[in-house]
């Protein structure tokens, strides 16, 4: 059956590619406005069609054979110009548009977002968004998660020291925050506590941070939002690009590189990267933490066509992640002096395999989104050469959306999805029962423009199928297995305002719906790389969320920044907790006994609310001060106590100097605080409070011109006095690892430089 419905995608497109339709052209001048000179270098894209260019010297751009009907968005871009967005109608065949941009001192709001069910400026798209450039996620960050952490406010991480990273999105993490590449949903049992994403750090050219509930497009477990990785986009016809880039830190000796190329020959569009991390064990001011190295590989390339009937595009890719833990006991030594990059046992061997078709094909006066992905997750925890848990999960997706063309103002999509997965246990060590489950959704959506004014509403019905399988181990029962279904219908509201170009609001409302997964359904075993022996409960019912946030975005030349609120209430919230003396004595393959304590999976009431912004100075064209911050207050309501596991309050301050140097281009200069509250508000059965501290950080870097050639260098330090800290979400801070020994915590990373080098290729 896949099979046949792959055969039948690859019919649809030969068949366009046979009797296309008449292709239309776009083209025209990026000047400046005031001196209506040309801009060289300026990006304009396409987002929905995934292409873009550049201009040449001139300022002219051109695009070819694009579809011959739609409305698409062209969002022009240049360093130190106010970007413009424009939607222009292709039913005309040689579309002519040019474009003068404004100087300005600030980043605006005016972006194109596409990891919402209508791609739109986000002004008017009431979902909250942060989009973040590649350029900002170039810096002295471990991991991707690592680096949108510290430029999202909202987006926190859990941390198991320097290699493993997870996504939480005002408070919510594991299985309530998706994270999509390549258009499909990443599948790489999020349920674990020490499990990160399996994504390559250097694979994106933008991020969309979306923060809320987004149920309604990506289904069960996007409750608490999602991160949408966007690779670059293809070049027009005719050209071929590229970009090196890489790095050195030195507090962990991490060495990054990556290569990438893309081009387009007459709509045949392909791209091909390679990267490869690897770090020894990182420094802490308390000495360095032993066996906490780190390294990947991946590989990823596409194959596609960009035509006038739409695209269709083969991604594939590779990543191979090896982290090392450390084997210590409550009073064992925990710091080293060593450097060496060969990672002991314990350590995690993961590999994690995708295939994903992406098609968009205009279909009349509308068109057909349609996602199609294979995955293949290997996670292998070794203690010596045979691994002992081997968690093999096999996932197929379908995600396809037809979306209407816009009539009256009225933009209507409807949609269906569906996934299954399949797991297998393949060690000689069991935590979870092999399981397979179903996921089938259907849903609505309509998005009404009128004048400064966006409404939209949608509907989305969700199935869930789980069987856990029964497993005996030498007469006694590990796994009684279970079989279970959940179904859901929810709905949400959105509504955009724009006062001025300086001022607009927005607002969202709505209900979503978490199915308990498979490991808090069946666990029952001990999970090394978290040192606690876990226990499921398979009368678990679905979560279920009602939330509601609002923000105001505001921009003039001197002060720019936004002011969001959320409150979401969370019925049936799931989560693992021990008590005091809950112990479980384990006999290893050593011989040896393990006392582990034991996490169990139950239910409570939770509600969740906070506050998160930004306000930026912008006192001359040369100096900026920007400032985030970002809080969120969670209650147990069933037990009258703090929620567990919520990050801290954080403020972050950047002082940002771009004087013009002569000879240097985009030089700047900063500096920065980030301040993080006490978080004192715990579950005391099973955490210990997170004092406040500050971080100094800095930078520099500018971009070079080698004739044509840019090559951008920079340097970026963190942690510049070697403050001893523990953060809040940090797996290894006291009390984490052992209630019977709080002393028994690893500080986070001390001071780290890192120097790098970005070098953007224009071959042909």
Same mark, same amino acid.
């Given at each position: ?69 739609? !409305? ?8 130190? *110009? ?26 605006? &709001? ?67 925050? =998706? ?38 497009? *990506? ?39 990556? =290569? ?95 295939? +994903?078709?992406?098609? &968009? ?98 509907? !989305? ?53 978490? /199915?308990?997964?498979? /490991? ?90 906070? =506050? ?40 972050? &301050? ?26 004192? !508000? ?34 970026? +330090? ?47």
């Amino acid at each position: 059956m896949k099979l046949k419905i792959i055969g039948c995608i690859f019919m649809l497109v030969s068949y366009f590619s046979i009797f296309p339709a008449l292709a239309a052209t776009i083209s025209g001048k990026v000047t400046d406005a005031k001196t209506n000179l040309p801009i060289a270098g300026a990006t304009i894209s396409l987002q929905q069609l995934r292409s873009s260019t550049a201009s040449d010297q001139q300022g002219q751009y051109s695009f070819k054979s694009l579809p011959s009907s739609g !409305r698409y968005l062209v969002e022009v871009r240049f360093l130190g *110009y106010q970007s413009v967005v424009k939607t222009v109608d292709l039913t005309s065949e040689n579309l002519s548009l040019d474009f003068a941009l404004t100087e300005s001192i600030i980043e605006t &709001n005016e972006v194109v977002v596409t990891g919402t069910l209508v791609t739109s400026q986000s002004r008017r798209n009431s979902t909250s968004v942060a989009v973040i450039s590649k350029d900002e996620l170039q810096g002295n960050a471990t991991n991707l998660i690592d680096a949108l952490a510290r430029q999202v406010p909202g987006l926190s991480q859990i941390t198991t020291g320097q290699g493993i990273s997870k996504p939480v999105i005002r408070g919510l993490g594991y299985n309530r925050v =998706v994270t999509v590449s390549d258009g499909v949903k990443q599948m790489g049992q999020q349920w674990g506590d020490e499990h990160g994403i399996e994504i390559d750090q250097n694979q994106p050219d933008r991020v969309e941070v979306l923060r809320g509930a987004a149920s309604l497009m *990506y289904g069960s477990d996007a409750i608490g939002g999602v991160i949408n990785v966007l690779e670059p986009n293809v070049p027009t016809a005719g050209q071929i690009k590229g970009e090196v880039l890489s790095s050195y830190s030195t507090n962990n000796g991490l060495t990054n590189s990556s =290569v990438m190329l893309t081009g387009n020959e007459n709509g045949f569009v392909w791209r091909g990267r390679g990267s490869y991390q690897n770090a020894y064990s990182y420094n802490t001011p308390a000495g360095r933490y032993g066996n906490s190295g780190f390294n990947n590989s991946n590989f990823s390339g596409m194959l596609g066509l960009n035509k006038q009937w739409g695209y269709s595009h083969l991604n594939f890719s590779y990543l191979k992640n090896n982290i090392g833990f450390y084997d210590a006991e409550p009073g064992d030594p925990l710091y080293i002096n060593s450097k060496s990059r060969t990672l002991d046992f314990p350590k995690q061997d993961i590999r994690h395999y995708k295939l +994903a078709l992406n098609n &968009n094909f205009i279909i009349g006066s509308g068109s057909l989104k349609l996602d199609l992905g294979y995955q293949k997750n290997q996670r292998r925890e070794l203690e010596e050469a045979t691994p002992s848990l081997f968690f093999d999960l096999n996932t197929y997706s379908l995600d396809a959306k037809y979306s209407l063309s816009e009539k009256n103002g009225w933009q209507h999509v409807f949609g269906i999805s569906a996934s299954q997965e399949h797991s297998l246990n393949k060690g000689v060590e069991f935590l979870i029962p092999a399981y397979d489950q179903l996921e089938l959704g259907a849903f609505g959506y309509a998005k009404k423009t009128w004048g400064e004014n966006t409404f939209n509403v949608g509907l !989305r019905y969700d199935y869930v199928n789980n069987k856990g399988k029964q497993l005996f181990i030498e007469d006694e029962e590990q796994f009684a297995g279970f079989k279970n279904s959940f179904s859901n219908v929810s709905g949400a509201l959105g509504y955009t305002h724009i006062f001025s170009e300086d001022l607009n609001f927005k607002a969202n409302a709505g209900s979503a719906f978490r /199915a308990p997964n498979p /490991a808090e359904l069946g666990s029952n075993g001990v999970h090394e790389g978290t040192y606690r022996y876990e226990v499921g409960n398979e009368n678990l019912k679905p979560e279920r969320s009602y939330q509601a946030d609002a923000t105001l975005e505001f921009g003039h030349s001197i002060v720019t920044g936004s002011i969001g609120i959320y409150e979401n209430y969370i019925h049936n919230f799931i989560y693992a907790s021990t008590t005091k003396g809950d112990t479980k004595t384990v006999v290893g393959e050593d011989g040896d006994s393990h006392t582990y304590d034991v996490y169990r999976y139950g239910q409570v009431n939770a509600n969740l609310y906070g =506050v998160e912004g930004s306000l930026n100075f912008h006192l001359l064209n040369w100096i900026h001060l920007d400032n985030t911050f970002s809080y969120t207050h969670a209650q147990n309501n069933t037990f009258n106590r703090p929620l567990a596991l919520i990050p801290a309050g954080v403020v972050h &301050n950047t002082l940002r100097l771009e004087p013009k140097i002569s000879g240097l281009n985009a030089f700047y200069v900063s500096v920065g605080l980030d301040n993080y509250f006490k978080q004192n !508000r715990i579950d005391e059965t099973f955490e210990t409070p997170a004092n406040s501290y500050t971080l100094l950080n800095a930078g520099i870097g500018t971009t070079l011109h080698l004739g044509s050639q840019q090559l951008k260098v920079f340097a970026a +330090a963190s942690n510049l006095t070697n403050k001893r800290y523990y953060d809040a979400l940090s797996r290894l801070r006291p009390g984490r690892l052992s209630q019977e020994d709080t002393s028994f915590g690893v500080y986070n990373m001390g001071r780290n430089i890192t120097f790098g080098v970005y070098l953007p290729l224009s071959i042909k």
